[in-house]
């Protein structure tokens, strides 16, 4: 399969901590995204980073990305409730985006 | 701006029967790509459109297919539909040129008994 892999599967931690999820794929890429998935909005697309960029910042987000390890990984800073979701990469490759299969973040109050 | 808008958003179908699944993309966009979701699975990719042309395709039998029309609308068709179909069909537009975000739809949820 091409799907990726992300670690861990799932993550609680208590609001106002950080939380780092990786993510790992197989594939040569154009760039690498990560996108939030929670049941009343569907998948958002939150940052994408270019195959040739090593860092990238949104926000509370910092992304991560190398190519030598086919890796990168997702830090939210500060978490809040609201950040209660799945959080998915997807490796941008011939006009397709490959999965990973998601990590699962539980923030707690 | 409107956003991408995918119908039905709720489906259920025998088996054996066909199914034709609609997404108009967010003006301006010409790429249109389809994924399926399931839990055992995960996010699994479809096929890909562009200006009408099918770009890329990815591992799934015959009777799966889409095409995309001159509006940049896209539909996609599963014939004889299985169990194993079920699932949540996500439909994303982009510019589908360089470096650029997806946006999807909230999916059509479809289940075949």
């Known amino acids: 399969s091409q799907q990726g892999e992300e670690d861990p599967q799932a993550l609680s931690i208590q609001e106002g901590e950080n939380a780092t999820m990786n993510c790992s794929y197989k594939?040569?890429?154009?760039?690498l995204q990560w996108y939030r998935q929670n049941s009343g909005r569907g998948l958002v697309h939150l940052i994408l980073?270019?195959?040739n960029e090593r860092e990238k910042h949104s926000g509370r987000l910092r992304v991560t990305l190398d190519t030598s390890k086919k890796s990168s990984s997702l830090l939210i800073t500060a978490s809040r409730a609201a950040d209660t979701a799945s959080y998915f990469c997807?490796?941008?490759?011939?006009?397709?985006?490959?999965w990973g299969a998601g990590t699962k973040l539980i923030i707690k109050p | 701006k409107a956003g991408v808008t995918q119908t039905p958003r709720y489906l259920i179908k025998t088996r054996g029967q066909q199914v034709t699944l609609s997404c108009s993309p967010i003006?301006?966009?010409?790429?249109v790509s389809w994924y399926q979701q399931t839990p055992g699975q995960g996010l699994q990719f479809l096929f890909e459109?562009?200006?009408?042309?099918?770009?890329n395709k990815g591992n799934f039998p015959g009777r799966f297919s889409g095409r995309q029309f001159s509006n940049s609308r896209s539909e996609m068709n599963v014939s004889t539909l299985e169990l194993g179909d079920s699932a949540l069909y996500l439909c994303a537009s982009s510019y589908g040129l360089g470096d650029t975000e997806a946006f999807f739809g909230q999916g059509t949820r479809l289940t075949v008994v």
């Open positions: 003006s301006g966009h010409r790429s």
């Open positions: 997807a490796a941008d490759s011939n006009y397709q985006l490959i």
């Open positions: 594939t040569s890429i154009n760039n």
């Open positions: 459109y562009f200006s009408e042309t099918q770009r």
């Open positions: 980073i270019r195959s």
